[in-house]
């Protein structure tokens, strides 16, 4: 059985264009079989699941939506990450040179004068 669903008011996507083709031969398909005894109930089955269809592909596109935006954020605390890294690299090689530092301090000055 084929699902007719209604053209939604977004932007086409490449999906959407080979989807809206299929959905019109469905259509030119389901309007013959409406003149059947059967046909009305193929067609109210065809518009109820359409809904259905159509709530589905909200949903994915909702998913597609957070799957881009956890990407982002991933790729985001990823630089944090390497700078945070790298900051802290700095301040154990500044903590090494302070320690060593005082370290002579604490000696006093050598008797190599």
């Not at 046909?39 to 359409?50: F, K, T, Y």
């Not at 994915?60 to 990407?71: A, P, S, T």
């Not at 990823?78 to 060593?100: G, N, R, T, W």
């Amino acid at each position: 059985m084929a699902v007719i669903r209604p053209e939604w008011p977004h932007e086409p996507d490449q999906h959407a264009m080979s989807s809206r083709t299929a959905h019109s031969e469905t259509f030119s398909r389901a309007r013959a079989s409406e003149h059947s005894p059967s046909g009305n109930l193929d067609a109210l089955i065809q518009r109820v699941a359409g809904a259905s269809m159509d709530e589905i592909d909200g949903v994915i596109n909702e998913l597609e939506g957070m799957r881009e935006m956890l990407r982002r954020e991933a790729e985001q605390v990823s630089l944090d990450l390497a700078a945070f890294a790298s900051v802290s690299q700095s301040s154990m090689s500044a903590m090494k040179i302070i320690s060593e530092s005082l370290k002579n301090f604490r000696k006093g000055p050598s008797d190599g004068r």
